[in-house]
Nanobody, 126 residues
Framework: QVQLVESGGGLVPAGGSLTVSCAASGPTFNSYAMGWFRQAPGKEREFVAAINWISSSTRYADSVKGRFTISRDNAKNTLYLQMNSLKPEDTAVYYC???????????????????WGQGTQVTVSS
């Protein structure tokens, strides 16, 4: 069983920056692809960014491309999402997710992930 715990959310003014983290734990956490998703009030959960285990490939939603950067530190079992030039429309609960057997693959479909964190709130004020 893998546990994912997000942290780092908060309130930031428009144009500001924030980095959220996702700490993974579990005896079998190896070769997992990971991703970030978000859900704003009244909206469905949407894909934000994804990365494979060896960090050789990433994918981004068009809405965040050029502003957000996904990265990971496998020695620390931690996933990051650095968010720059934040906009009010980035306000949402941000979730990390992990998928088994993700050594080289990048996964953008939420249904393909095996584990989810509880989320961290990011609020961007205008």
């Amino acid at each position: 069983q893998v546990q994912l715990v997000e942290s780092g959310g908060g309130l930031v003014p428009a144009g500001g920056s924030l980095t959220v983290s996702c700490a993974a734990s579990g005896p079998t956490f190896n070769s997992y692809a990971m991703g970030w998703f978000r859900q704003a009030p009244g909206k469905e959960r949407e894909f934000v960014a994804a990365i494979n285990w060896i960090s050789s490939s990433t994918r981004y939603a068009d809405s965040v491309k050029g502003r957000f950067t996904i990265s990971r530190d496998n020695a620390k079992n931690t996933l990051y999402l650095q968010m720059n030039s934040l906009k009010p429309e980035d306000t949402a609960v941000y979730y990390c997710a992990a998928k088994r057997q993700g050594y080289t693959i990048v996964v953008v479909n939420a249904d393909e992930y095996d584990y989810w964190g509880q989320g961290t709130q990011v609020t961007v004020s205008s």
